[in-house]
Structures are given as C-alpha cells and as structure tokens.
C-alpha cells in the first residue's frame, strides 16, 4: 500500500479522499491555488503545496505543475478526484512517467472512453443500443446541422469530452442550432480544452440510470448496482439515489452485464460509471466516466462500502474484495447537492463569504462530504458545489423522511444557494412518488417559485431586538465621541419626562412590509407592537449570533446572521430572510429596463458579438460571461440600439459592473 499520495483536486471531494487515506494510514498532500490558500482542504491535508494562480488552467489543470509537487513532496501515487484532470489521458501517462502511479484507469482505456462519439462507436460495434445521433469527426457547422435535421428536432448537442453538463445545449429547432452550437463549443473549450461534439435525439421524459463498476488488474469485474440520477438543472445532477427506485431485478442484472461488458471492451481498472437514459422500458447507452462519480456515496451507503478505499488497493496492485454474488443492496441511500447558485435566476452561479454554516448531525443515517466552513469565500473561478448531504434508511420512504428533516436543519447564510430548492423537491408529492425524469424541474415551476414563509412573531421580534441592539450600539458609540459624552444632552436615547420614546423598527420580507413599534422597557427588554396591533413583552440575551428570547413567557433560541445587507433569522428549522429599512430611508428605483447591461455575477468576458450603434431585437444576446465553468449569456431585454459598449473580452468583470447600454427603439 502506498505511503504517501497527493490529491490533484479541491472542495469536499479533497476533504473525502483525506479522509479515508486516513483511515487507512496513508500522508496525504494537497494541492492549492491562490485563491485557495486558505481552504479547507488545504487545511485537513498533512501537508499542501501550491501550484499557481487562481485560473484553474494554470494550477488545477496544468499537469507540470501538479507533477512537480508530487515530484517535491515525495508521493507515491496521485488520485485525481472528479473534475479537472481526471479523465484526462495525458495525465495518467505523465504520473506513470514521473515514476507515480495514477489512481485510476489506464490511459488507453480513458481515450477509449473519454471521446463520447468514439466510445459511442465502440458500444455499438459491441451491440449496446444507442440513442440515435451523430457521433463524427466532421465538426463543421454544415454537417452538424446537417445530423441535426436528418435526427429530426428536439435535438442534444453535448460535448464530447467530459461531462457534468457542460457544453450542452436543447435545440428545438433549425433556427435556434447555430448559436447553440457556438455556445456549447464555447463552453466545451473552456471546461475541457476540446470544442467536439455530438449530436443526438433529445429523449422526451427519460430518467438517468448509472451502474457503478469496479475492475481489477487481474481482469475481475463488478458491478455495484444503480444510481437514478434523473433530477437535474442545467443537464447537471442535483439529487441522486440508489437504488432506482421502480427498477426491476431483471433490468438491474441486464444494465449490470451491460456496463461490465463496456469495461471488459477497453481493459478497464478501477472505479468506473456506465451511464444509461433510460425511457419506454428500454436503456441505451449515453458514456462510461472513467473516475470516481459525484454521486458514489449513495453506492457506498447501500453496499456498506468505501469506494475510495477500494480505488486505493486496487491501484496498489490488490485484488477485488469480493465477487458479484458477494454484493447485496442494503436500504435506500439519497443524495443531495449544495450549490451557491441562485436557482431563481436560472441557476446562476453565486459567490460571496459564507458567513454562517449549521449542517445536520452526523450519524448511521446522515453523512455530510464538505468542502467548505463557515467564514471560507467561495470565488467564481471553480465549479459551485460546496457540499454534498446523503441520507440512508431501511426503505425509499423513511430515507425521504431523513431528507426533509436533515434539510430543514442545514443553514447556509451569506451566499446564494439551492437549499429551498432542495427542500422543495423533496416535499413535492411527485418525487415521493417515484420514478422521476430528466424533466422534473422544468415540469414543476412551481418548485423555484415557492414562496418564501411569512416571518412569525417570533421572528420579527428576534429581527426587531437585533436592529435595536445594533442601533443602541452606534449611539453609544456617537455619544461617547462627543465632546462632552458625560453630559445628558449629548445622549441619543430616546429619554423624554415621561419615559423613552417609542422607536419605529421597519423590516422587509419578500414584498412584505413590517413596522414594528418598539418601547423600552428596562435593560434588553422592550414592548413590541406588531403591524396588526398585537403587543408582545420580550426580552433578549445575546451570545454573539445567538439569541434566547423570551416573548410574553416564551422562550426560544433563535440565531440572526447579517450578511450583505440582509438579516437572517434562524428559527424553527427554516431561513427568514430580512431588510432593515433604515428610517429616512427613500424608496429607489431599481433601474429595471434602463438598458443598462450589468455582471450578474463576478465573471470573465468571452463575447461580445455586438458593436456599438448595433441594433438589437429583443432576447439577443450582447454579452457572453463565463464563471465557475459556466457560460451565461446577457440578453437584451427590449429591442433598441446600442449606445456604449464597456465590455472587454477577457477582462473579468465584478458583479453589478456595466458592460453595455442600449436604447430603446424611437
């Protein structure tokens, strides 16, 4: 077994390999960019070296780089996680001829697989069904378009190299293909280095089945049963189970020899997934990736396995620990993803300071793999996933159960995230039912659209007693910088004959306004009188963040977090969000359709394919961005002219900088 390895990757997947290499009494090294330093997996790791800048093409990606530090830190082996490099040929081989071995594949079985149009024409010449598509070398637009309309509308370009849902796009038509093309290649380019790409029919309903394998160097296979991947966003997974739920053993043993006989056709090692769409009873083919998967945890609880360890040993030259008929499925596992992203604007990546992080306890039935704490900054320069939560139970029902109630304990404050889309999901009575599809989420708007909860008494005077705290504090703050802070007249307290005066609180939620009135009683005491007239007696005891408050002889513990303007209430299992609506303050025009162009998100300038005194139609898109390995593309939201043109290609861009303005037609 290896001594020492380095790990050529980041975020939570870093922070899971350490961990078993732990375990197992194996040094780990990290690696880290620049806006990595202070990361956490740097920290978990026994030793880290850094390996460039932020840009993941000049650390994370360059193969030197990683190799010297291997080279430097005396590892034995280098595992390359998901992502970045590790489905990458020229990286496997660099390891083996720097004297490292590479815990993964052989190079010849990842360039077998790595290109999704060849690996689509090895299955075929091996009889497993494919889904009607072109598959070709010829990547000229003509000819794409060409396939496209011989295939027949709705069509899927998706790029060959790598996965993820980068560089893939849904045409429904002939006059949307030219532009989705040039945008998925685009995209392509940037995630993977490679623009090719292929089309296929774009299967109405179907559901996403994935069979995990595993291959010896003794020429050994197994496979350990399926994932249903089927509940995506941007064609990217977001819940993961296992085992799909619906599938029948029949089915399950024929994808299994199916996948099994797809690695036995390359020579395979190691940890593998075979992905199937599956729709009408019938599976077809769609790639084999050829490295560990996002979603194996849930393999892992249903098999009472640890995949890394298994990836670990068999790079190290051992056997499989046990044969096919040795492999039982245990319970129903559920995984869900944490993403900064704001899944009301289209999914858009999100960045930001996190800061506060309450994740669920751990035990038997609930495991957290995270990449993040409180207080870390999440960039835009890397893929937006911050954690991941997998829940377990003896069957599909009480493991949905542990979702619903893990997720209502999970808070995340200060960056944007999908945690109210998540919670959504897995209350909707669809999901519950069962045999879920690609098109789940676009099928139920509904799901992005929830209303946020009216804030409850409770609530607002938890947010009431924060402002008041944080007001009182600037006042002493001013008196105490007065010329004479001794004296009664230089106080802003309130104080009258009679008592203080009452002080008006104004608190926004969603479109909701609430003015609260509050008198004070005594040392941290006050009487609030809510906008419907009800009167509450609280007090409050803070312990930073936290805050015991007692109501009209309640008592509760809740949390208030400020972030950016917004206050926070932690209570009762759920997120209120609050503004503080500063007394002068005077409503403000948003500026919405003043044609100005703005960041929507801290990013890089890939396109502008519109000039200055251009005219637009409505929906055109005037910039292309790129962040967190994601293109976005700003559209105009009005036909008009072009008027100033500020965006560089290949400058970054900060969130709320304009890039264009256009003038409205007339």
């Not at 190079?107 to 072109?134: C, D, N, Q, T």
């Not at 419907?532 to 408050?549: F, K, P, S, V, Y």
């Not at 208030?560 to 917004?566: D, L, S």
Request: aromatic residues 6%; contains cysteine.
């Amino acid at each position: 077994m290896f001594g020492k390895i380095l790990i050529a990757n980041r975020g939570e997947i870093a922070c899971r390999i350490i961990r078993t290499a732990r375990q197992m009494g194996i040094a780990t090294v990290a690696v880290y960019s620049d806006a990595d330093r202070d990361a956490r997996h740097v920290a978990e790791a026994d030793q880290a070296i850094a390996i460039g800048p932020a840009p993941a093409r000049q650390s994370y990606l360059s193969i030197p780089a990683l190799i010297a530090a291997a080279k430097a830190s005396g590892a034995e082996a280098i595992h390359p996680g998901y992502g970045f490099l590790s489905e990458n040929a020229e990286f496997a081989e660099a390891c083996g001829e720097a004297g490292m071995v590479f815990i993964g594949p052989p190079a010849a079985a990842i360039r077998a697989m790595g290109s999704k149009a060849a690996a689509k024409a090895l299955m075929a010449e091996a009889g497993v069904p494919l889904v009607p598509g072109y598959h070709g070398e010829d990547q000229s637009e003509a000819r794409l378009a060409a396939a496209a309309a011989e295939i027949g509308y709705p069509v899927l370009i998706k790029a060959s190299a790598g996965g993820g849902g980068k560089g893939m796009r849904i045409v429904t038509g002939a006059a949307d293909f030219a532009a989705s093309l040039a945008s998925a290649k685009r995209e392509a380019a940037a995630a993977f280095g490679d623009d090719h790409v292929l089309v296929e029919k774009y299967l109405e309903r179907p559901r996403h089945i994935e069979i995990q394998i595993f291959a010896d160097q003794f020429g050994q296979c197994v496979y350990l049963f399926e994932r249903d991947c089927s509940i995506q966003r941007r064609h990217q997974k977001i819940i993961e189970e296992a085992p799909a739920p619906g599938l029948t053993p029949a089915t399950r043993a024929a994808m299994g020899e199916a996948a099994i006989s797809c690695a036995r056709a390359v020579g395979y090692v190691g940890a593998g997934t075979v992905e199937f769409i599956s729709a009408g009873g019938a599976f077809h083919f769609m790639e084999m990736n050829t490295r560990l998967q996002v979603e194996h945890p849930v393999t892992e609880m249903i098999t009472g396995l640890d995949l890394v360890a298994w990836q670990l040993r068999i790079a190290a030259g051992e056997p499989l620990p046990c044969t096919q008929d040795q492999l039982a499925i245990r319970g129903h596992a559920i995984e869900a993803r944490i993403y900064a992203e704001d899944p009301t604007r289209d999914f858009l990546p999100a960045s930001g300071t996190i800061r506060y992080l309450a994740e669920p306890q751990t035990g038997p039935h609930v495991r957290i793999d995270s990449g993040v704490r409180t207080g870390d900054r999440v960039g835009v320069h890397y893929d937006p996933m911050l954690a991941k939560l997998i829940v377990w139970d003896h069957d599909r029902g009480a493991a949905l159960a542990r979702l619903r109630s893990a997720l209502a304990a999970y808070a995340l404050v200060g960056i944007r995230n999908n945690l109210a889309l998540l919670r959504a999901i897995a209350g909707h009575p669809d999901f519950a039912a069962g045999a879920p599809d690609t098109g789940f989420i676009p099928r139920h708007p509904d799901l992005l659209a929830a209303p946020a909860a009216a804030p409850t008494p409770m609530v607002l005077a938890a947010a009431a007693l924060h402002v008041l705290a944080r007001r009182g504090a600037a006042l002493t703050a001013e008196t105490r910088a007065s010329p004479d802070p001794a004296s009664p007249w230089a106080a802003r307290d309130g104080w009258r004959p009679w008592g203080r005066a009452a002080e008006d609180v104004h608190l926004r939620a969603g479109d909701g306004d609430h003015r609260i009135a509050a008198l004070w009683q005594g040392e941290d005491a006050y009487r609030l009188t809510l906008p419907d007239g009800t009167t509450m007696e609280t007090r409050g005891a803070w312990d930073g963040e936290r805050l015991r408050l007692t109501c009209d002889g309640r008592q509760e513990t809740l949390r208030v977090i400020e972030a950016e303007g917004t206050l926070v209430v932690l209570a009762e299992g759920g997120e209120y969000p609050l503004h503080a609506i500063a007394p002068d303050a005077a409503s403000a025009d948003e500026g919405a359709g003043d044609g100005r162009i703005t960041a929507p998100i801290p990013g890089y300038v890939r396109g502008v394919p519109v000039a200055a005194e251009a005219r637009v139609a409505r929906g055109q898109t005037l910039v292309v961005m790129e962040a967190m390995k994601m293109e976005i593309a700003l559209t105009a939201p009005f036909a008009g002219r072009v008027v100033e043109v500020a965006a560089v290609v290949g400058a970054m861009a900060e969130e709320g900088q304009e890039l264009m303005v256009i003038a409205p037609e007339g």
